[in-house]
């Protein structure tokens, strides 16, 4: 007990709360930001009204959806098209990211091969995948190789640097463990390194494939095919019901695509069959993993 | 206040089933005397927890009745369930202190009962509530450790900003489950030396988890034994044989 | 239960093993399905390296006096409005994060309601959300704020609902003990605990927004995408590799200030 210690301190001044000015000096700092930002960007109130009621006008035109049967021809091929660049956007992409990401862990390879290999996946890290898309466009024309080339880019971007910091998480005991047995290089990464990382590595997959669905709906905008061009003429005709029926239908093909590489990954993670996965539903656990490891669902 | 023979609790065939037809508590009939301490004893999984927070309604029993002050716990709800809960002190296992929250920000969630939630964020509270805080914190032995955050702290020291958290809330009943199963010996000691001062000089009665047959004799008036769900003793603590604990541990083999 | 007598060892179960080779054939019959029906005009392909290299070439030298001129302030936009739109999206995303969560609102038919919105706001992409939000606030800077807004309340209210799910059971309880109203419970014993990883959650989200922004222009709603946009129509490849370059910089520097300020904070 320390009853002289808090006699003591009696004498000196006792507060509550320490007040947190860093604190508080932000959330003035940021409040005048906001202020100040919306005055740039002529973000008003009057406008958010107008905007509401042109709004109520646009909603008005969008239902019902038009899912005449023209249409929905319009949109099963746009949708096969994206399905299509997205499945050889992310095999391609998954094939070269895997030298890459190895030249880029640096518990195995030396700096002079790390740092190279590390820029590089910076330099497609950082452009959206529209941006690479147009630079595509103009070099192969417009079309679905333009978008396979754009989300295989973005693919290495995302996919090596995970894989490379996968790698470096490895249990060096493994490795040395192989390498005691004489193995060579190749040996070692296909029994020490490979195992360790291939559930992590599938995770990426899984999740890679549905970001470049996503994306492959969209760079159809710039003209690197998939259905995002027809939403984007849609869009300039002030069609907006058959932009409904195609949300709706991009929206419907993601949630599904999602669904199912949850379960591919539970199943190759947890070895879930199907039936306990729909008992267990171990979604939200395995979607945190994946978010957590990507950041960009 | 009341008067201290208010503050008695009378369970009346209380049932708490989580599985349907898996009973926890099977029928408990119990009466809680209205001060000392009281020390519940059985062996893990005999619901002695579930018991506990049935009283403060952490856990809704499937059936009976909890009659307390002239009310049953067990049929509140909403409000009334919330105002009954203030009057109901609680001590845990494992703390349950907010981690990331002060020592002081701590005990003073012990009167959220009584502040709007509005003031409780800007930790605007009553300044006699802070006042005290601070004599509860320097009654504790923590007077220095006010605006360090609680995951600092060791586990003792955990359990004595829990104690006076809950003795924060002026209850008129205190539960405490398994307050020292977490500590070693001698800091069981303590805290529950800490725990039986506090309450007894306001004349809060104590319903008190326990695994330490020893400690719950040293400290308590009555002792109640369970075992499958059922009270199989009510007494003191020196009518507690080794027969009692037989029957209610099962086994002797663990009595020396 | 599944010992036999001669005890084989199995890793998978046959169900389990099927699955896995389903997989993998499906895998590979939609690569070749795929390469077999996709639309490939194959003159176009055979000078693509000499397009790229021509497109490069007239990329360099870089028209530098385009950054002064108009590069500038269209990388100030594009900040704003990824930093307004992110701001804007964590004020939405707060309550229907909340609903998500199950233990903190445990009525099924709300956590269903706040999934729904969740799911369509992250499926639907920021550009396909700037030209709803042009249609309905014309072009500008204020639709792509709202597009940045709406795109990131999906991903912000998931991970927040699925970090309160997490939360500490024992606080809580210790807190609704006291006779603490709901709202007390969630200031005080949710809030505390899932705070480091909702600041967490927004700065990453305002590091994918700030590239995301970058490309809002191209749709007419606002930021360094119209500078890009203008610069292309022209054919100015030296001014486009000028914004480019700015992208680049701005993009590794905010992820350099991103995860600075993470380490500190947590």
Not at chain 2, 168 to 197: G, H, W
């Amino acid at each position: 007990m320390s009853d002289r210690d808090s006699a003591h301190a009696l004498n000196v001044a006792r507060v509550a709360f320490i007040p947190k000015w860093p604190l508080r000096i932000g959330f003035i700092l940021l409040a005048v930001y906001v202020v100040w930002a919306m005055g740039q960007l002529d973000v008003t109130w009057a406008r958010f009204v107008d905007g509401l009621s042109a709004g109520q006008k646009f909603l008005g035109r969008m239902f019902p959806p038009n899912f005449s049967a023209e249409k929905v021809e319009m949109i099963t091929k746009g949708l096969l098209e994206s399905i299509q660049i997205a499945v050889i956007a992310t095999v391609i992409g998954i094939g070269l990211s895997l030298p890459i990401g190895l030249l880029a862990a640096r518990n195995l390879m030396p700096p002079w091969v790390v740092w190279p290999a590390r820029a590089l996946i910076a330099v497609c890290r950082s452009f959206h995948e529209v941006v690479i898309a147009i630079i595509f466009v103009k070099a192969v024309g417009f079309g679905a190789v333009a978008g396979i080339g754009a989300l295989v880019v973005g693919s290495i971007g995302f996919i090596s640097k995970l894989f490379a910091e996968a790698i470096e998480e490895i249990s060096p005991k493994q490795v040395e463990a192989v390498r005691a047995s004489g193995a060579g290089f190749f040996a070692v990464l296909i029994y020490g390194v490979i195992p360790q990382v291939f559930s992590r590595f599938l995770g990426f997959a899984s999740y890679q494939f549905d970001s470049n669905l996503r994306h492959s709906t969209m760079i159809g905008i710039v003209g690197a095919g998939g259905i995002g061009g027809s939403l984007f003429s849609a869009f300039q005709r002030f069609d907006y019901d058959f932009v409904c029926a195609i949300l709706l239908s991009v929206i419907a093909l993601i949630v599904t695509a999602e669904v199912v590489s949850n379960y591919v990954r539970a199943l190759f993670n947890d070895n879930l069959a199907l039936l306990d996965y729909l008992r267990n539903r171990r979604v939200a656990k395995l979607s945190r993993e994946k978010s957590a490891a990507l950041g960009a669902s | 206040m009341t008067a201290t023979n208010n503050r008695s609790i009378q369970i009346r065939g209380l049932t708490k089933e989580y599985k349907k037809g898996v009973p926890v508590l099977n029928g408990i009939d119990l009466d809680i005397p209205g001060d000392g301490i009281t020390a519940i004893i059985g062996p893990s999984g005999t619901g002695k927890s579930t018991l506990i927070r049935c009283i403060n309604r952490l856990i809704d029993p499937t059936s009976g009745q909890i009659l307390f002050q002239g009310q049953d716990l067990a049929q509140l709800s909403g409000v009334p369930l919330r105002e009954a809960r203030r009057r109901i002190g609680m001590i845990f296992q494992e703390y349950n202190l907010v981690e990331r929250l002060t020592v002081m920000e701590n005990v003073l969630t012990g009167r959220l009962g009584y502040v709007s939630a509005f003031k409780a964020w800007l930790r605007k509270f009553p300044q006699e509530d802070i006042d005290e805080a601070f004599a509860l914190l320097d009654a504790v032995g923590l007077g220095n450790f006010v605006n360090q955050r609680a995951d600092g702290l060791s586990g003792g020291q955990r359990q004595r900003v829990g104690i006076a958290r809950a003795i924060m809330q002026r209850p008129e009943i205190l539960l405490a489950d398994e307050p020292t199963s977490s500590l070693d010996p001698k800091t069981s000691v303590e805290i529950m030396e800490i725990m039986a001062d506090m309450a007894g000089c306001r004349n809060i009665p104590v319903i008190v988890n326990i695994h330490n047959v020893a400690l719950a004799k040293r400290f308590c008036q009555r002792m109640i034994g369970m075992t499958g769900g059922r009270v199989v003793f009510n007494g003191s603590p020196a009518e507690l044989t080794d027969d009692h604990l037989k029957e209610i541990y099962g086994g002797e083999d663990w009595l020396e | 239960m599944n010992a036999t007598m001669n005890r084989r060892w199995d890793r998978f179960t046959p169900e389990q093993r099927f699955l896995r080779f389903a997989f993998y054939f499906l895998s590979v019959a939609a690569m070749v399905f795929s390469l077999k029906n996709i639309e490939i005009i194959p003159e176009f392909l055979y000078d693509a390296p000499e397009q790229l290299a021509d497109f490069f070439q007239r990329m360099w030298p870089m028209d530098t006096a385009y950054y002064q001129k108009s590069v500038q302030a269209a990388l100030i936009e594009t900040l704003n409005i990824a930093t307004l739109g992110t701001l804007l999206s964590l004020a939405m995303s707060i309550p229907v994060g909340i609903v998500a969560a199950r233990n903190v609102v445990p009525i099924k038919s709300l956590n269903m309601l706040a999934q729904l919105i969740l799911v369509s706001s992250r499926s639907v992409n920021t550009l396909v959300w700037a030209l709803l939000f042009i249609a309905i606030f014309g072009p500008g800077a204020m639709a792509g704020t709202m597009a940045i807004a709406f795109r990131s309340i999906g991903f912000v209210g998931k991970l927040l609902g699925e970090a309160l799910e997490e939360a500490h059971r024992g606080p809580i309880d210790a807190l609704t003990a006291t006779g603490a109203s709901k709202a007390s419970v969630f200031i005080k014993g949710y809030w505390p605990q899932v705070m480091p990883s909702f600041v967490s959650i927004a700065l990453f989200r305002w590091d994918i927004n700030v590239r995301e922004s970058a490309v809002l222009g191209l749709v007419g709603a606002g930021g360094i995408g119209m500078a890009m946009d203008t610069a292309m129509n022209l054919f100015r490849w030296d001014q486009v590799a000028v914004v480019l370059s700015t992208i680049f910089v701005v993009v590794i520097i905010a992820e350099i200030v991103v995860s600075a300020i993470r380490r500190r904070i947590i």
